[in-house]
């Protein structure tokens, strides 16, 4: 058996698929951060934080339930609509933008995550099991437990990121989300655009880019505390 690995065996791009040119993938992910494929459960790195965010805590929770928790204000594991709203207003938010994100938030999370099929008046999001809510046509970045792919990560910046390095414009993040779509999803189709839409909001810098950095720090959670630590030092 031969175990010599063969230059095609490596090669990304495919001559008779001519997007596999178009979207690039980074071949250098191993010289710069360990394992990068192996999925994260309690860190969000990639290759300028191979250690993920410092200093933010992980509470022993997985990448996704503490993108999530944030929002969880007192900190019972259960997200209410009014804790959400809140959060939301403490990251910038005004009011009305606040109040349409939260009831679309809930109205389309809280089902899956509860413990019983048994539907709540009250729409609550159960941070033990915000994995269920997890949806389709996303970018692959949060694996079905809710662990954190740094590849994944790094790759959507490799073949969308064009104008400027690890930085993507609206119209690249409009691309990404295209790119992304899976047949007949239609949910998906419309979470992801939501998604990516509040983000780049939120944290797109004064060019209009969207770096990769506050995507990470979005993923992990750390995001919501940096901008809620702003708006209170803007505040004073």
């Known amino acids: 058996m031969e175990k ?32 990068p494929y192996l999925a994260r459960a309690m860190a969000a790195p990639d290759v300028d934080n191979v250690n993920g965010t410092w200093g933010h805590k992980h509470c022993d929770m997985s990448v996704l339930q503490q993108h999530a928790a944030f929002f969880d204000l007192d900190g019972d594991g259960i997200i209410y609509p009014w804790e959400t709203l809140r959060g939301l207003r ?31 008046p009250f729409f609550p999001i159960y941070i033990l099991n915000i994995h269920k809510a997890k949806h389709g046509s996303d970018s692959g970045t949060y694996d079905t437990e809710g662990r954190f792919i740094p590849a994944s990560l790094e790759n959507i910046f490799s073949k ?16 990404m989300t295209e790119a992304n779509r899976c047949a007949f999803d239609f949910y998906g189709w419309i979470a992801s655009k939501f998604e990516w839409g509040v983000l780049y909001i939120l944290a797109r810098d004064e060019k209009g880019f969207l770096s990769k950095e506050a995507v990470r720090q979005c993923f992990d959670g750390s995001l919501f505390e940096y901008c809620a630590k702003m708006q209170k030092d803007a505040a004073y």
């Open 160 to 175: 969308y990121a064009c104008t400027v390095p690890d930085k993507l414009s609206l119209k690249e993040l409009w691309h």
């Open 90 to 120: 403490a990251i910038g938010f005004n009011l009305v933008a606040a109040f349409i994100i939260t009831i679309i938030v809930h109205t389309a999370m809280s089902y899956n995550t509860l413990p019983t099929w048994i539907p709540s």
């Open 4 to 35: 010599e690995t063969s230059k095609d065996a490596m090669e990304t791009v495919a001559k008779r698929a001519p997007l596999t040119a178009q979207r690039k993938l980074r071949t250098d992910l191993e010289t710069k951060l360990p394992k």
